[in-house]
């Protein structure tokens, strides 16, 4: 965690967050992305969230997860095909992107985070916006700006500009609570 902690932001109580390790649900987790297309307009899709586990202990929280990139749907079949193939996430060879990131202070505002395409590690910031317990669920929501140059895709000249922008709302449930 790199930032300060925002007390006063909703949803922000560290306290009132449960110990222990949560399972997220993908059916009631969503990423979201857009990028520049030629420099003109917003590109604008989503992929399935479709693992994570999350850990908090002592105010703290580690986590690591999957995204479908295979499943990459921007509602354009010929894009989505490309975006797929070896010029950008490769996907036969590498379906899912990682994302993890340890040590994260509960009430900060950024985290670093670990993000994996291609099988290429890269460490961004991540903007936190909400991290609550409503009803028994862990909710995070977040979002980076990925520059995707450490990647090996096609360069920023193909059409694609080099930040994409991705927004997560992760919804988890407790699988086991910490130990006292």
């Known amino acids: 965690m790199s930032a300060a902690p925002a007390p006063d932001a909703p949803g922000r109580d560290a306290a009132t967050i449960p110990a222990g390790t949560y399972q997220v649900d993908p059916a009631r987790s969503t990423l979201k992305f857009r990028a520049r297309a030629f420099g003109l307009m917003w590109v604008r899709g989503h992929m399935p969230v479709t693992a994570g586990t999350i850990r908090i202990t ?17 509602g354009l079949a010929a894009r989505d095909w490309h975006l797929r193939t070896s010029h950008y996430l490769h996907t036969r060879a590498h379906p899912r992107i990682g994302v ?3 040590g994260a202070d509960l009430g900060a505002t950024q985290a670093d985070c670990t993000v994996t395409v291609r099988g290429t590690p890269s460490t961004v910031p991540m903007r936190v916006r909400r991290v609550a317990f409503d009803d028994g669920t862990l909710c995070i929501e ?39």
């Open 100 to 102: 993890s990131f340890a």
């Open 142 to 180: 977040a979002g980076v700006a990925l520059d995707r140059t450490p990647y090996r895709m096609l360069p920023p000249l193909a059409g694609v500009s080099r930040v994409v922008h991705l927004d997560v709302e992760i919804a988890a449930t407790q699988a086991s609570a910490a130990p006292s």
């Open 58 to 74: 002592e105010g703290r929280l580690e986590a690591s997860g999957e995204i479908g990139a295979a499943q990459i749907d921007t």
